[in-house]
């Protein structure tokens, strides 16, 4: 082994060091460094295209990366699956397989189970007790074609919640979700912060980010700046990581959220 | 009735129909999963793209053993697909255009092979011409047991691999992030699904021979929404049209098995399309009218 | 005009029509429609020969494009239910279809001209014995047939060149601007189906695929130019044409299959070789471009640990050889390569960036 591997120096939930993705020739991250410490609910926001999904992906190593080291918990990534949630873009699957609710929860425990064990009444139980948890307990025998977009976050929820993990990411599950659904999940997300668990959330609405994080990553390809919301969720940050396109933005310093949004969020579906 | 007496006591009719009941089990259970996945027409490709296959390992072994048949299909079915993924990962052209030009490019060289060959009296003999509409009556009961053995190590697999395979169908990434070697699966589906299309050539032929992959799923999804009744439906209906098909087409003069089949399970496949309770079109058409209807009653009578 | 002379000019006007709809199809993403409709003609062709009992009969040509045009519609209207996706629709839509019309062969049309090895295989090798007299001029029936359907693609495409390049590349702005992309989408169909028929009779259904998909798809990977593209795409399915016909005269064997065997070899070389998209240079611009990745990934990370603190770890050749997962020997030769041209000094192993090297750096992160 090399040497120069840096070894848990400290006690960061998640350590990126010098991650570089590239898309052929194009590069999507640059050198990214990103220090997150344990039991924070962390942001990651940017424009679109700055790289956010490309980053919790090259952390779970499902794109290759050029060059960089991610640890959990002082430890190489492939080491601490275990300890790893994943939620993916809600859009990234095809809603009409065949399946049931309960079905996609206890898929959270196919890593536990490992090759050729099926879930059984261990794994049913946890599944359940995760719908409860996200209110969909009803829900379990539906076909998930037949769910609302807030509804199918809250499946995904569910899954990541049944892999009982210290660190979660979690890919806008904001996205098309209506206000209750977002409340639930904002409030999830405390609940697992509470426990001791990190959480990193790609977002897209500026407004919400000092109202529901602790934590902030502000990306533009390179790390701009990461830290603690009332730290570096400023104005300056922001305008470094969306030029000039920003008009007003919740700062930091005045915890009141000011009106205007970046990103248009997209219209809510009913539950 | 006759029918079904020579079902039951003609021993060639009985091999005959064993063999396409095997063929359309393996065929609609591994199609259920190239349907999900919303790889249909890769099954198109793959049996075209066998031809040259079959054609080779008899001008390669002089052979019409199955063995060196089968295997040769398996061959080039793989070569087709691997070029498929080669086009659409290196170039700018999209599947489809990938699979067009594999599908016709492999069946035209098998094609020029074949003729090529035919001009040899002693090929001509071989019945190699089957391969393209298939004939099932040339089954023999070698075949049909190769046929067994292949097609229960392929849906054994599936079995052992459900649970990987079902997560690959649903969420991949997911399940890399779990772990799980995934182009791995995706490799393994896809061998399995070359197995499924190679134990069906001599019964269906390479041109018919997608269909068997896609109508049972097809036909199979409208009825149920969990992935297990699914698999286990689309092959009980690949087998039944299997059977059926060989038996209508017994009746008929040199009419090839493979047309007869394809048409047993679009029949099966239009009906659920249309009828299947919940997701069939009539169903959604009388649901929708109902509905209809109610509003413009209560519009009346507000 | 020799019999071979023949059998040649109607294999090279069959291949420039499906040719010229083909790259159509390409761009549009649809080529496994041409593989639909080129089976489903048939249908049409069996359902109005037993109307008109007539092989030559004109209502052929429009029944099977009529048939064409059904199929797409039912594969849309398939898909529309949202019940299957796309691709199975067109998986189950045309092997009913057609195999509902070799059985209606094999069982009622025994006989005639029309058996199932044609519809195969063609029978390019009989053309000329079948012919016609069309303005004093005695011609094999086929090549008549196949003038008419290319003079019907040329003026098609050329009349609509530009609705159709606009509905291609951009259907929401061509909608804006008042062509309707559903009119010229059927359209394009009709005219793939007929080509389809036209060259049906010359190489047989399946292999029709191979003249339409195949010499576009090559053509795609050799420009970008639609104009370029529709000629080059004519040449390649004209070249491959009588390339299959010569190699199936040396082997005696099966003209279509010669020919798409052709289609399918020129593919071969333009997708090893093409100068700009060709796996080769393909291959040749990754290392290259690995390389200059390095060196903006070098200056990049430089740029970055400069002044901080952890500059003294992080800024050493050893370091970037552990973090940035590069061997020894690639990294030395990136950092000499990042000296030589001025854009980084080292100072008792601490690598610094050159003013030069900083601007570089800069200008790297804006893009």
Redesign the interface.
């Known amino acids: 082994m090399n040497t120069h591997l840096p070894v848990a120096t400290t006690s960061a939930a998640i350590e990126v060091t010098d991650m570089t993705v590239a898309y052929g020739d194009k590069p999507v991250l640059w050198d990214v460094d990103l220090e997150t410490p344990p039991g924070v609910l962390m942001a990651v926001v940017g424009p679109n295209g700055a790289g956010k999904t490309t980053l919790i992906k090259a952390i779970l190593g499902l794109v290759p990366a050029a060059a960089g080291q991610v640890l959990i918990h002082g430890k190489p990534y492939h080491a601490q699956r275990q300890r790893v949630g994943y939620v993916p873009q809600r859009g990234s699957v095809d809603w009409d397989f065949p399946t049931s609710v309960l079905d996609v929860v206890m898929m959270g425990r196919y890593g536990r189970l490992g090759w050729f064990r099926r879930p059984g009444k261990a794994e049913r139980d946890l599944a359940m007790q995760a719908l409860e948890q996200v209110g969909m307990a009803e829900y379990a025998q539906r076909q998930i074609s037949q769910l609302s977009g807030g509804q199918q976050q809250r499946v995904f929820l569910a899954r990541a919640l049944v892999q009982d993990a210290d660190v979660y990411f979690m890919d806008e599950p904001f996205q098309g979700v209506d206000a209750m659904t977002e409340r639930a999940i904002v409030d999830l997300l405390k609940g697992l912060r509470s426990a001791g668990k990190t959480v990193v959330v790609v977002h897209h609405d500026l407004q919400t980010v000092s109202e529901y994080f602790d934590w902030v990553t502000l990306l533009n390809v390179r790390c701009v700046a990461s830290g603690p919301v009332s730290q570096v969720f400023t104005d300056e940050n922001l305008r470094k990581t969306y030029g000039g396109r920003i008009a007003f933005v919740g700062r930091a310093n005045n915890a009141e959220p000011t009106p205007g949004r970046i990103s248009t969020p997209a219209p809510a579906i009913g539950v | 009735m006759e029918l079904l007496n020579d079902l039951f006591f003609d021993y060639t009719l009985r091999t005959v129909a064993m063999g396409t009941a095997i063929l359309g089990l393996v065929s609609g259970a591994l199609g259920a999963f190239a349907f999900l996945r919303q790889q249909s027409l890769v099954g198109d490709a793959i049996s075209h793209a066998a031809l040259p296959g079959v054609v080779l390992a008899f001008m390669l072994t002089g052979l019409k053993g199955p063995l060196a048949l089968m295997s040769g299909a398996a061959v080039a079915g793989i070569a087709g697909v691997l070029f498929v993924i080669a086009v659409t990962r290196l170039t700018r052209l999209k599947q489809d255009s990938a699979l067009g030009i594999i599908l016709s490019a492999f069946f035209g060289f098998g094609l020029m092979l074949l003729t090529f060959l035919q001009r040899n009296p002693d090929a001509r003999q071989a019945g190699l011409n089957h391969f393209l509409f298939g004939q099932a009556a040339t089954l023999l009961e070698r075949d049909v047991m190769m046929m067994g053995v292949f097609g229960a190590a392929a849906v054994g697999l599936m079995l052992l691999f459900w649970k990987e395979l079902k997560l690959l169908s649903f969420d991949r990434d997911f399940g890399a992030s779990l772990g799980f070697p995934m182009t791995a699966l995706e490799v393994l589906i896809t061998l399995l699904l070359v197995i499924a299309i190679v134990i069906g050539l001599q019964a269906v032929g390479v041109i018919l021979m997608s269909a068997m992959l896609v109508a049972p799923a097809a036909a199979a999804r409208q009825w149920t929404d969990r992935l297990g009744v699914m698999v286990l439906l689309a092959a009980l209906f690949g087998a039944a049209a299997g059977v059926v098909g060989t038996l209508l087409s017994s009746l008929g003069a040199g009419l090839s098995t493979g047309p007869v089949i394809v048409l047993c399970i679009s029949v099966i496949a239009l009906v659920s399309l249309l009828l299947a309770p919940n997701r069939g079109i009539v169903w959604t058409w009388l649901r929708n009218r109902r509905h209809a209807i109610l509003a413009t009653g209560l519009m009346g009578r507000g | 005009m020799s019999a071979s002379l023949e059998i040649q000019l109607i294999a090279v006007t069959a291949a420039t029509g499906c040719a010229l709809v083909g790259v159509f199809l ?1 761009l549009r ?4 429609m ?2 639909a409709i080129s089976h489903t003609v048939l249908l049409g062709i069996v359902l109005i020969f037993f109307i008109v009992q007539d092989l030559q009969s004109p209502w052929l040509l429009i029944g099977a494009a009529a048939m064409g045009l059904l199929t797409v519609s039912l594969v849309e209207a ?1 898909n529309r ?5 796309q ?2 629709a ?3 839509v045309f ?2 279809l ?3 019309a ?2 209606l062969i ?2 009622y049309a ?1 006989g005639v001209h029309l058996d ?1 090895d044609m519809v ?2 063609g029978e390019l090798a009989l053309a000329p014995f079948d012919r016609v007299t069309i303005f004093g001029l005695d011609l094999p029936h086929a090549l008549a047939t196949l003038s008419a359907i290319l003079l019907i693609n040329i003026v098609f495409i050329l009349v609509f060149y530009k609705e159709l390049k606009l509905s291609t590349f951009d259907p929401a702005l061509a909608a804006a601007f008042g062509f309707s992309p559903a009119l010229l989408h059927y359209g394009l169909m009709a005219l793939v189906s007929v080509t389809a028929v036209g060259a049906f009779d010359a190489v047989g259904a ?2 029709v ?2 003249l ?3 010499p ?2 090559s053509a ?2 050799l420009t970008d130019d639609l104009r370029k593209m529709l000629l080059l795409s004519v040449a390649i399915g004209a070249g491959s044409a009588l390339a299959g016909y010569w ?2 005269r040396l ?4 003209i ?6 052709m ?2 070899v020129v ?1 071969l070389i333009v ?1 090893v070789l093409a100068p700009q ?1 060709g ?1 080769l240079t ?1 291959l040749r611009r990754q290392a290259l ?1 690995r390389w200059r ?1 390095a060196q ?2 070098l200056i ?2 430089l740029l ?1 640990h400069e002044g901080a603190p952890d500059a003294a770890v992080e800024c050493r050749a ?2 970037l ?6 061997q020894p020997d690639f990294a030395a030769q990136v950092i000499r390569d990042a000296e030589r041209s001025g854009a980084v000094h080292q100072e008792r192993g601490l690598l610094r960036l050159t003013d030069h090297g900083r601007r570089l750096a800069e200008a ?2 804006v ?1």
């Open positions: 390409v993403s649809m080529a496994m041409a593989d398939l239910t949202k019940l299957v996706k691709d199975a067109i998986g189950l092997p009913a057609f195999s509902l070799v059985i094999s069982r025994r199932v195969i295989m399946i292999l695929v191979a339409i998909v195949t576009a798809a795609y990977l190699l199936a082997l005696d064997a099966n279509a299959g010669s020919m798409a065997t289609t399918g593919f997708f998209r796996v393909q471009q990745f903006t990934m990049i990370h970055h050893e370091h050889q552990a973090h940035l997962r590069w790297a992160m893009r």
